[in-house]
Nanobody, 124 residues
Framework: QLVESGGGLVQPGGSLRLSCALS????????IAWFRQAPGKAHEGIAC????????EYADSVKGRFSISKDNTKNIVYLHMNSLPFAVPAIYSC???????????????????WGQGTQVTVSS
């Protein structure tokens, strides 16, 4: 099970931290990714990591501003977002599946397990 939280309204240039609580997974090695979806658009992969945190990948559009991390004691994956530009509301979702190379981690069809998503709006 994946449960996201932390979405909301933030001003342009601001920061936000999203959380994805994981439970019930028995894989030893897996990949976790954050996707966002604006109305009428396909899922866009923005950050992913393997569960030991050894490999991460970011979409070019967020490199240098977003970071993905995992708290192993709480089994929560975070997406730290900085310098957010104005954007229409989008749903940010986390997804997980058995380990993939992070270079292939932005293909939404590769993930069988998804959270319900949390909405992020960047507006003044």
């Amino acid at each position: 099970q994946l449960v996201e939280s932390g979405g909301g309204l933030v001003q342009p240039g601001g920061s936000l931290r999203l959380s994805c609580a994981l439970s019930g997974f028995t894989w030893e090695h897996y990949i976790i990714a954050w996707f966002r979806q604006a109305p009428g658009k396909a899922h866009e992969g923005i950050a992913c990591m393997n569960n030991n945190g050894g490999s991460t990948e970011y979409a070019d559009s967020v490199k240098g501003r977003f970071s993905i991390s995992k708290d192993n004691t709480k089994n929560i994956v975070y997406l730290h977002m900085n310098s957010l530009p104005f954007a229409v509301p989008a749903i940010y979702s986390c997804a997980a599946d058995v380990l993939l190379p992070v270079e292939s981690g932005f293909e939404s069809a590769s993930y069988a397990y998804w959270g319900q998503g949390t909405q992020v709006t960047v507006s003044s």
